[in-house]
């Protein structure tokens, strides 16, 4: 299979991957843990828990994607000064790629509270690391390389559901076709699928579902997460449209602990307009789904309560 590059990374290969200067390396230092790895070392497995963002002080770290079928794509081996992660990392969600020490590595890593705190304390710095992280995620987004893969009729009701829902998610997927696609005629001989049963899911994990609900794939896929009975909230909002992202951002810069809850996806409406003309800060436009994509990244870097 040919390596997808996405237009992204052809344009902005820089902001995707800086090198950082030995003096942000440094300013760095303080928010993360040394750690070695040796030659071979799984540092990050797709559809598991990353330990946070990957500084590299020394050696080499092989990234690839592997969208569930065949051999792991690569996208770029990092050196020093480069750091392993994307906007995953800053919620502590399942990584969407590989990482492999190629060689001894030397590293520092910051935890995805550490790596919010760096945002804060550290402006400038944080700026370019969250750049680097939004360009990486629309990256992934494009090749759709990486994340659950999707199998079954093109046209199927079932399929555009899901589709439409990790779409809605800002999740990276793939979908292929059960009927023209030699990958997908592959895994369902591969899982002894009975075609009417199609469609079904691939979870990045390595689990396989079939035919399932928005709350199922949510939970595979890590974007919705148990929560923690114990722990008390300054402001629940019912409600991820405009208005309650919106007040949840806001309500976290004030420094209140803040949970956002929705029966669907974020974004409401204004997730599903193909253009919205009339926001503030936007004078050429953009897409309803760009925009409150941003919102929950703001309300992260805001602060410690979870998503
Ligand atoms: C196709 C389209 C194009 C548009 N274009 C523009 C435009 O260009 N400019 C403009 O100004 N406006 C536009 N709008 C209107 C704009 O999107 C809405 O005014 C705006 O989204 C309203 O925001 P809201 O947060 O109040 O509600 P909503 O966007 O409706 O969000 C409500 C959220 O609450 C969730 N929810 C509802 N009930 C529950 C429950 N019981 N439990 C948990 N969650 C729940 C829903 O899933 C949803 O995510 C457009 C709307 C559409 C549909």
């Keep these: ?38 030659a071979g070392d799984h540092i990050v497995t797709a559809g598991t828990v990353s330990p946070g963002v990957i500084l590299i002080l020394s050696g080499k770290v092989d990234i690839t994607q592997a969208g569930g079928i ?3 794509e690569p996208i770029i081996t990092y050196g020093p000064g480069n750091f392993v992660g994307e906007l995953a990392q800053l919620s502590n969600r399942p990584s969407l790629v590989n990482a492999e020490a190629n060689g001894p590595v030397e590293a520092i890593v910051i935890p995805s509270q550490r790596l919010r705190d760096l945002m804060v304390q550290e402006a400038n710095l944080g700026e370019r690391v969250m750049r ?3 360009l990486r995620r629309v990256g992934l987004l494009e090749s759709g390389a990486s994340g659950p893969v999707v199998i079954g009729p093109r046209g199927n009701g079932d399929v555009l559901r899901l589709e439409s829902f990790l779409r809605r998610s800002g999740l990276p997927h793939r979908a292929l076709d059960s009927d ?5 005629k592959t895994l369902i001989e591969r899982f002894h699928v009975d075609p009417h049963h199609l469609p079904i899911v691939l979870c990045p994990n390595g689990k396989l579902m079939h035919n399932p609900g928005e709350t199922e794939l949510a939970r595979c896929t890590g974007l919705l997460r148990p929560i923690d009975a114990e722990k008390v909230y300054d402001v629940a909002i019912v409600g991820a449209g405009p208005a309650g992202l919106a007040a949840a951002v806001y309500a976290a810069s004030e420094g209140l602990s803040t949970i956002v809850l929705d029966c669907r996806a974020f974004g409401g409406q204004a997730g599903a307009s193909a253009r919205i003309e009339n926001y503030l800060g936007f004078p050429t ?18 602060s410690a309560s979870r998503w």
């Design 1 to 38: 299979m040919a390596p997808s590059v996405s237009p992204t990374i052809a344009a902005r290969r820089d902001q995707m991957f800086p090198v950082l200067a030995d003096a942000d390396i440094e300013r760095m230092r303080r928010f993360g843990v040394r750690r070695a790895y040796a």
């Design 70 to 72: 065949g051999r792991p």
């Design 132 to 134: 680097a992280l939004i």
């Design 180 to 184: 023209t696609d030699p990958c997908a």
């Design 285 to 302: 436009g953009i897409t309803g789904m760009a925009l409150m994509a941003r919102a929950p990244i703001t309300r992260r870097r805001n």
